[in-house]
């Protein structure tokens, strides 16, 4: 997929800045669209591993029920999102990944993005802490997986 080009290139960000918004953004939004175009965007939690985002949500909801009607995402990430309203303007840089997103079934796979998520959001629980968590939830527990098609991203670069 090739990402709509943007109107004001100098505002875009490189890759590696985009990696890093992605890396420092603790949530963004996942839109989604149903089969009949109704469109459909949920907060989330996410972890970035490089070549793909994870999310974690229960095992079934309206979230899942449109991604098996149509895989095709988009998720944005903010990373600042400074007002200034004495410059009437807004200092920001943001993320917007697009591909497909997919339940993940494989179990080594989904336990790797838990652990991710766990290094992003529990950085100092312990080892035992993290395995008892997910022994605790893992039957409950369903792992997204949004496949990077397109990344772009843009920041203010006017203060």
């Known amino acids: ?4 080009p943007m ?9 590696a800045a985009c990696a890093a918004v992605l890396k420092r953004a603790t949530s963004g939004v996942l839109a989604l669209s149903e089969k009949d175009g109704t469109p459909y965007a949920v907060p989330l939690s ?8 994870y999310f974690h949500c229960a095992k079934e909801g309206r979230k899942l029920d449109v991604i098996a009607q149509n895989p095709r995402a988009a998720f944005c990430a903010v990373g600042r999102d400074d007002v200034r309203p004495e410059a009437f303007t807004t200092r920001y840089e943001s993320v917007t990944v ?7 079934e494989d179990d080594a796979e989904k336990r790797r993005a838990a652990l991710l998520l766990c290094d992003k959001y529990a950085p100092e629980s312990s080892e035992a802490d993290r395995a008892a968590e997910l022994s605790q939830y893992w039957n409950a527990l369903c792992v997204l997986k949004l496949s990077k098609d397109a990344v772009t991203g843009k920041a203010s670069r006017n203060t």
């Open 46 to 53: 996410f972890v970035d591993d490089g070549n793909a985002l």
């Open 98 to 104: 697009f591909g497909k997103i997919s339940i993940v």
């Open 1 to 4: 997929m090739k990402p709509y």
């Open 7 to 15: 109107r004001r290139a100098r505002q875009a960000l490189s890759d």
